[in-house]
């Protein structure tokens, strides 16, 4: 084991949960688990997949933490403190000035189009004593605010393409945080109830719920004239949480195919090299495995694919269809591979133009293609007929040894080829297990040997 990874393994014990879920978020390895199943993780990289990118981000966020900790000491206490990750810190560089900024970052959401802040990340801060707290926030909307929502089309659900929404997610932490709600979340805007879809893994005190955790639609409750009231009742059980009003645009996943379509469309030059790259890198490997073939069946809509994509982090072939995709995560936004099951956001996804003009050039009943050594490619069929034979002729088999009452094996020897022609006359030979009787049938005549007395004799012929 090198020096570096002893180091950067004794580093890791001083991140936090949250660091150790961008450590794997950024190797597209899963974040869930205790602290302990993250430590794991990331030990295990550090052992068998260990790169220079990695020990760089190990020392990086280490690095940071310490920071972090100098701060609180020679600063007065405060209820939150946020480290933001910044850029121009590098392993070469260890002089470089650190910012530190007053507010999380919160992850870009495809799906909402952040038009405006309307209230800045304020922390939720314990004012009571006891696990449930009430933190209350007054905002106004501008006219410019007004007038986009009045302005904005309503969907058949009744719900309006440009939407007020509160976001929540952790305060300490360093990068870019995903939307987690406090245990017991419950939101009033101007003392009416809003709609929270969440799940509770399990119903023990303190249990924060599943995520993904999607923004929480204010507008319904809103004054657009008047100073509005937002009260966040919530579970305090020792973790920190910040809290954002935006505005919002809705976007559909319609809109982000459109999108994908007109920015992320990798050209062919640049596919046509990956395959040849992917055979010279180790082409006994890939041709006694895959062949270097490709399916053009989605493999989560099980269809045929309409727009193959996949993201630039994959190191396969393989593409899914980019409308499921993009509509699977609509309804709940996972952003996870279904090929190799790494983390795989909008931003990342690229069309496969090549795969495209194979799926306008090969028939509709077409299933998979080969990719040749030259880039080319060619359709493979298989020929279902030869299986659907032998399935027929097995369970025929199959019927013969239930059906023969003396629980016999009979071999066919018309099926095999001989000098003599005798064979090529109906001849079968059954052989009786249990009382070691032979049976000869030819012509139909049958002769039978004698056979040995058997406690449980079988039936008479």
């Not at 009382?435 to 058997?454: M, P, Q």
Request: net charge neutral.
């Amino acid at each position: 084991m090198s020096t570096d990874v002893l180091e950067a393994t004794v580093m890791l014990e001083a991140l936090r949960v949250t660091e150790l879920r961008l450590l794997l978020s950024q190797m597209g390895k899963s974040k869930s688990g205790l602290k302990k199943d993250l430590m794991k993780r990331v030990v295990d990289l550090l052992h068998n997949e260990c790169n220079p990118e990695l020990l760089s981000a190990v020392r990086e966020l280490h690095k940071l933490r310490q920071v972090s900790k100098d701060a609180r000491r020679s600063s007065k206490p405060s209820p939150v403190e946020i480290i933001s990750m910044p850029a121009c810190v590098s392993p070469e560089n260890p002089q470089s000035p650190i910012s530190v900024c007053t507010e999380p970052q919160m992850i870009k959401l495809p799906f909402y189009q952040t038009l405006d802040t309307i209230l800045p990340p304020t922390p939720l801060v314990p004012m009571y004593e006891g696990a449930m707290q009430n933190s209350d926030f007054m905002f106004h909307l501008s006219v410019s605010q007004q007038a986009q929502i009045q302005n904005s089309k309503t969907s058949q659900s009744g719900l309006t393409s440009v939407q007020v929404v509160l976001r929540i997610c952790y305060s300490e932490s360093i990068g870019v945080e995903e939307d987690q709600y406090p245990p017991n979340i419950s939101v009033l805007v101007n003392h009416a109830n809003c709609l929270i879809e969440c799940t509770y893994s399990s119903n023990k005190l303190g249990t924060e719920p599943s995520r993904p955790c999607r923004p929480i639609d204010l507008t319904p409750n809103l004054y657009l004239t008047f100073t509005n009231r937002l009260s966040v009742l919530w579970g305090n059980f020792g973790k920190s949480y910040t809290v954002a009003v935006y505005l919002v645009r809705l976007v559909s996943s319609q809109d982000l195919l459109d999108q994908l379509r007109r920015t992320a469309v990798e050209q062919q030059e640049l596919c046509r090299r990956r395959v040849s790259e992917k055979l010279r890198s180790d082409p006994e490997n890939e041709i006694s495995t895959t062949g270097l073939q490709v399916s053009l069946i989605c493999p989560l809509a099980k269809m045929r694919m309409s727009v193959p994509c996949r993201a630039r982090g994959c190191a396969h072939l393989q593409c899914f269809d980019a409308s499921f995709y993009l509509q699977m995560n609509e309804r709940k936004p996972r952003w996870t591979c279904p090929v190799c099951h790494r983390y795989a956001p909008f931003d990342e996804l690229l069309i496969d133009s090549l795969l495209c003009d194979v799926l306008e050039s090969c028939g509709e009943d077409e299933e998979e293609i080969e990719y040749l050594s030259d880039s080319s490619w060619r359709a493979t069929r298989h020929d279902k007929s030869d299986k659907n034979k032998e399935r027929v002729q097995h369970q025929q088999i199959k019927h013969q040894v239930n059906c023969n009452p003396m629980g016999s094996v009979i071999v066919d020897l018309t099926q095999s080829s001989s000098d003599d022609e005798d064979f090529h006359k109906e001849e079968t030979v059954s052989t009786h297990l249990e009382d070691k009787s032979v049976h000869f049938r030819k012509c139909g005549i049958v002769k039978t040997t004698k056979a040995k007395k058997s406690k449980n004799p079988g039936p008479k012929l």
